[in-house]
C-alpha cells in the first residue's frame, strides 16, 4: 500500500492489484486537464485508490452511541437513549447526562419516567429515554400523556422514594454500628 499527496493538500492511500502492465488511479472531482499526462510516468505495477484520508489536522470526532436526532414538522429533536444493558448507568434523555448512581436493571428506574420509542426505524433496537418525570418528557417531545398514566407513575415515583430513603437509613444505621472510636 502506498500514499501520496495531490497539489489540493489531499492524500489518497493506494492497494497493489496485483496486475503490472499500467497504472490505474481512480477519482472524484477532478478533471482531466488538472493532471499532466507524462507517458514516462508507467509503472510496474497497477494501482486504484482505496480509500481517501483525511488532512491530519481533522480529528474524528467521537461519536455517542446514545445521540439521536429526528426531524418533525416543528423543528428537530434530539435526545439521548439508554443502553437496556443491566447495570448500564441510567441516562437523561435531554442533556446526556449519566446518573452513575442508578443504574438500569435495578429498582432505581422507578425514579424516572421511562418511555421507549420506536420512531427510530428500527424493528429490532427500540430506544429508551429517562426523564425525571411526564412533563419534562411533554415539553421535550412536545406531545401529551393522559392523567391517569401520569397517576401511575406519580405513585410508583413515591414508592421507589419511601424504598429509597430506607435503603439509605439502612446503610447509615449499619455503617454507625460497624464505626469504631478509640
Not at 447495570?87 to 425514579?111: C, K, M, S, W
Amino acid at each position: 500500500m502506498s500514499t501520496f499527496e495531490l497539489d489540493r493538500s489531499e492524500t489518497f492511500t493506494l492497494e497493489n492489484d496485483g496486475d503490472n502492465s499500467y497504472m490505474e488511479m481512480q477519482y472524484d472531482n477532478y478533471e482531466d486537464d488538472d493532471f499532466d499526462d507524462d507517458d514516462n510516468s508507467a509503472s510496474s505495477a497497477s494501482y486504484s485508490l482505496v480509500t481517501k484520508k483525511k488532512k491530519e489536522k481533522e480529528k474524528k470526532k467521537v461519536v455517542d452511541k446514545g445521540y439521536r436526532k429526528f426531524k418533525t414538522k416543528d423543528g428537530n429533536i434530539i435526545y439521548f437513549a439508554t443502553s437496556m444493558l443491566p447495570g448500564t448507568p441510567i441516562r437523561d434523555a435531554i442533556y446526556g447526562h449519566r446518573f452513575f448512581e442508578y443504574q438500569v436493571g435495578t429498582p432505581n428506574e422507578e425514579l424516572f419516567f421511562k418511555v421507549c420509542n420506536a420512531s427510530n426505524n428500527s424493528s429490532q433496537n427500540v430506544d429508551v429515554l429517562f426523564y425525571d418525570n411526564p412533563e419534562q418528557f411533554e415539553s421535550h417531545m412536545n406531545c401529551h400523556v393522559d392523567i391517569d398514566s401520569k397517576n401511575r407513575w406519580a405513585e410508583k415515583y413515591q414508592h421507589a422514594l419511601q424504598r429509597n430513603n430506607r435503603l439509605q437509613e439502612y446503610k447509615e444505621q449499619k455503617r454507625q454500628e460497624f464505626t469504631v472510636v478509640k
